[in-house]
């Protein structure tokens, strides 16, 4: 798919990743919606929720990225997580960093917009630790958002 614009476009990128030690499936998507809260958002999330309720019962599934719209409060993530994702963020055993994850190209500080980047897990995932990444070199920041990582642990 083409990459996302500012005019509204949302993009979504699947790809399955097998397990070496029992070549089980991991389905892991990735993902940024249109900067516009509404109709758009929610169609897109619609699409992302629809298409994990098509896999296979049991999967491992991953999806991650910019979501332009607050976890927890907004409709794109109740449209999201309402199909038994969950978000990382609030089952990790140890979080880091800030909550929020917009940071402009510089350091932190409270947008007051909450986390607009997300991981949502589903399946046999255990989430250890969610980490909101503030690397930057000599003030320079790569992003004008912070990257999010996870240390997920995948069960039988």
Known sequence: MAGSTATGRSDSHLGPISSS????????FNTHLTLRQGDRQLESA????????ALPDDSAVIVAGDF??????????????????????????????????????????????GRID??????????LSVETVLYNHHGRYPSDHYPVTARLEIGP
Do not use: C, M
């Open 21 to 28: 030690d029992d070549w089980r499936r991991i389905y892991v």
């Open 46 to 53: 619609t699409l992302i929720a629809d298409r994990v309720a």
């Open 68 to 113: 332009n719209a607050p976890a927890g409060r907004s409709d794109t993530w109740k449209a999201t997580t309402e199909g038994g994702l969950q978000d990382a963020w609030l089952l990790a055993a140890h979080r880091g960093g800030p909550e929020f994850t917009r940071g402009d190209f510089g350091p932190p500080q409270d947008w007051n917009l």
């Open 118 to 127: 997300w991981i949502l897990v589903g399946g046999p995932i255990q989430v």
